[in-house]
């Protein structure tokens, strides 16, 4: 785990929130997600499980898609994830397997996270790849936008 913020991570952050708040447009959970590599933005997602009408359409995932095509590689080596909610297991396997370099994530998930929340698959020393991580990056705005959205729905 690596708690080491740096000064571009709260622009792009403000980026993968700018990302959560379209899902809003298709009545998804506001979860967004941007894909760095050096200064610049290479893929960018928002959750669409509901637009798509498929379980895999989270916003990382959605993401590392789009940075997987725009870079020509599933590598994606040298590569940030930045995203709203903590990854949950799907999310971050993905994250290992893409061989993305560091994982900065806002608000923690104590039902579904996998960063360390319910487990955490980034610590397990059996996998091949260990990205860094930083959670808790401007958690109070990601988890509003999410608790608005839940009570809004009641």
Not at 34 to 55: F, I, L, S, T, Y
């Amino acid at each position: 785990m690596d708690d080491t913020l740096h000064e571009a991570d709260l622009r792009f952050m403000e980026l993968a929130l700018e990302e959560a708040e379209r899902s809003l447009e298709h009545n998804d959970v506001p979860i967004g997600a941007v894909v760095v590599k050096g200064e610049e933005v290479v893929g960018r997602g928002h959750n669409e499980r509901e637009r798509a009408q498929d379980p895999t359409a989270h916003a990382e995932v959605v993401a590392l898609r789009r940075a997987s095509a725009a870079l020509g590689s599933w590598r994606l080596l040298d590569c940030t994830l930045y995203v709203t909610l903590e990854p949950c297991a799907m999310c971050a396997g993905a994250v290992v397997l893409a061989r993305l370099h560091r994982l900065v994530y806002g608000a923690p998930d104590p039902k579904a996270g996998a960063a360390g929340s319910v487990l955490d698959v980034f610590a397990e020393p059996r996998l091949n790849h260990h990205p860094l991580v930083c959670g808790g990056l401007l958690a109070d705005r990601c988890a509003a936008l999410l608790r608005n959205f839940f009570q809004a729905r009641r």
